[in-house]
Every structure is written in structure tokens, then in C-alpha cells.
């Protein structure tokens, strides 16, 4: 989780030196993909939080093509829930830091939609308080991110962002005994949120 972070500040601190860039704090509700996250931490979903920074890739690259972006996304989750078989605490907490690109679609008013893919880490730690699995597991899995949205510029620098993004991350466990066999769970899903950016 360290690592993510001191990445993640990295980056964004590197991106500070680019002559256009921009950073949004952002807010989605998510509702995780795998049924067995959903039996123990909420059916209906929760809160997820981000930040994310992009950069016109032409300021990258001079011969890149316009309205594409470079972005980087770090986000963050924490679940509390009980499991579906003896009624056990249970929480989750999950970091993701993906890295990508999107690309705006221009139209005539101040709303610019835009398509996007990445890829990153996703480091989860489950924590159980039950006899049948593993009090505490932390792993490291392989992070996927689709991302759509409309950018709202209010101002010559302030912008909202609504967005619909879908993650997918996987990881492999193996538990001493368990009412029911785990082998592979997804902590991703789907994400509705609203983003608040600023444009330097």
C-alpha cells in the first residue's frame, strides 16, 4: 500500500513539471463484480475514492495526436462485511494505481466526452475473523481499467467529471478449509461517480 502511494506522488509530482496537466479528486459508487464480494460486504454497494492526474500526451510527445491524454488513477476502498456461511467479521481494503490513456471526443458546447484504458497493481488485504480461512491475507494482483465519461469545463480551469468505469482485478487464493471453495476473486467492478478537477 506504501508503494502505491509514494508511486502515485511520484508520478503526479512528475506530471507538475509538464506544461499542461490536470488533477481530480473523485467520488463513485461501486458495486464489485464477484458475487462472493457482494454475499459478504454489501449487495447494493459502496463508496469507492480516487485521484487521478492526466496530461495531453502531445505535451509527451510532439507528434502525438491531439485531444489523447495520459492519465495515472489511484484508488481506494475499505469494506466491512460478514461471511454468508457462519456470520463472520470480515474487511477489505483495496488500492489500485492504474496508468493509461484517454481520448476526447470535441463537440460545440462545454461537455467533452471521452473513452479511456489502463492498466496497473491492485493490492488487497482481507482481514477475517473466522477459524476456517486466513485471519489476514495481503496480495498483489494485475489491475484492469475501462473508462468512460463527459468532462464538464465550468471555468477556463475548473471542470467536473461524470464518469462510468469498470475494473477488473484478480487475484488467486488458497485457504486451509472453507464452506465454500475460494479459488479466484475479482475486486474490481463497476464505478459511478462524480470527479472535481482543476487544470494547471
Given amino acids: 500500500m506504501k508503494k502505491i502511494l509514494l508511486l502515485a506522488l511520484l508520478f503526479i ?44 500526451l502531445a505535451s509527451l510527445y510532439e507528434c502525438a495526436p491531439c485531444n489523447w491524454d495520459a492519465f495515472t488513477n489511484l484508488s481506494f476502498y475499505q469494506k466491512r462485511g460478514r461471511s454468508s456461511c457462519f456470520n463472520d467479521r470480515s474487511r477489505v481494503t483495496n488500492w489500485t494505481l ?10 460545440c458546447w462545454c461537455f467533452r466526452p471521452y473513452l479511456g484504458v ?4 491492485v493490492h488487497a488485504r482481507f482481514h477475517d475473523e473466522s ?21 464538464y469545463d465550468v471555468t477556463c480551469n475548473l471542470f467536473l467529471d461524470f464518469f462510468a468505469d469498470y475494473s477488473y482485478s484478480w487475484f488467486n487464493f488458497h485457504h486451509r478449509k472453507s464452506c465454500v471453495a475460494v479459488r479466484n476473486v475479482n475486486t474490481g467492478g463497476l464505478k459511478l461517480g462524480l470527479g472535481l478537477g482543476y487544470q494547471f
Wanted: charge should be positive.
Fill in 118 to 121: 489502463g492498466a496497473g497493481a
Fill in 131 to 151: 477459524d476456517y480461512v486466513s485471519r489476514h491475507t495481503n496480495k498483489w494482483g494485475v489491475a484492469i481499467l475501462a473508462k468512460s465519461g463527459i468532462r
Fill in 13 to 56: 509530482s512528475q506530471m507538475s513539471c509538464l506544461k499542461a496537466f490536470d488533477i481530480q479528486a473523485r467520488a463513485a459508487y461501486f458495486l464489485p463484480e464477484d458475487s462472493r464480494m457482494r454475499d459478504v460486504y454489501s449487495k447494493k454497494g459502496f463508496a469507492e475514492y480516487e485521484l487521478e492526474a492526466s496530461t495531453p
Fill in 98 to 107: 492504474n496508468f493509461g490513456v484517454k481520448r476526447y471526443f470535441d463537440t
